[in-house]
């Protein structure tokens, strides 16, 4: 017998003492320093970038002025409030993309920590943006419903994971144009709840043109919602909002 360790034989053996270390003494995810037992250490958290205060009251996107932006005012969505803690831009996206295609799950209660503490109204209920079932067997699992479980358990707001359901696999939003967007999602979901003068909360990791939660809304108006709001742990914002936070 050999003596010494195949590739994969030591790569094991240092996940292993580094999984080890970190039950031992657990470090920041982003900057390895220190963290007291936190995923991140304070400075990181302090500089994860937060959503400006003034942006629009419906869609969340920045405004200079009032509290409704131009799009929202000349063509009300089908959901009545947007509240993010974030926008999606470093380490917030790469945090994202960690939680969803590397299954870190660790990162879930990050984000519903980060919802809950800028809840400002309170919904009746919460509900996880559906993802098709053809998506859930791929990944093992839905990155909102994770969130969803941990705002839920923070604020005592009763989760309901079943009550809609995604009925189209729909191509990623991500790879379509924005003008296909709202195409793409028509139709996706089904509501089987009846949700007569509720107020339903829509949770998901990430919104760039709201096409769809604009969807969803739809049908929970439909199934009798009063209200809806979302509530997204990270909100797009288009190129000429980034070029200005650039410029500053
Ligand atoms: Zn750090
Ligand atoms: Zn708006």
Redesign the pocket.
């Known amino acids: 017998m050999s003596s010494s360790l195949s590739n994969s034989q030591a790569s094991f053996m240092t996940n292993c003492v580094r999984f080890v270390q970190r039950l031992v003494a657990p470090?920041?995810?982003?900057?390895?320093?220190p963290?007291a037992g936190s995923l991140?250490?304070?400075?990181?958290?302090a500089d994860l970038p937060r959503l400006a205060n003034e942006h629009c009251d419906t869609c969340a996107l920045p405004v200079t002025s009032g509290n409704r932006c131009g799009t929202c005012l000349t063509h009300p969505p089908a959901y009545d409030h947007v509240c993010a803690p974030f926008t999606y831009a470093f380490p917030v996206d790469a945090l994202v993309q960690g939680l969803k295609y590397r299954c870190m799950l660790a990162i879930a209660p990050l984000f519903g920590n980060a919802i809950a503490g800028s809840l400002d109204e309170h919904p009746h209920v919460i509900i996880p943006m559906p993802l098709a079932d053809a998506r859930l067997r791929e990944r093992g699992f839905n990155q909102a419903q994770e969130i969803a479980r941990h705002v839920s358990q923070i604020t005592g707001i009763p989760l309901l994971p079943r009550a809609c359901r995604k009925v189209r696999d729909t191509a990623p939003q991500a790879a379509l144009p924005w003008k296909e967007r709202a195409k793409n999602v028509r139709k996706a979901f089904v509501c089987d709840e009846d949700f007569t003068g509720r107020h339903v909360a829509v949770i998901d990791d990430v919104m760039t043109t709201g096409a769809t939660l604009n969807e969803l809304a739809r049908n929970l108006k439909q199934a009798g919602a009063a209200r809806v709001t979302g509530l997204i742990v990270a909100r797009t914002l288009p190129d000429s909002f980034r070029k200005r936070a650039a410029d500053v």
């Open positions: 470090s920041c995810l982003l900057c390895s320093g963290s991140l250490c304070a400075p990181c958290n």
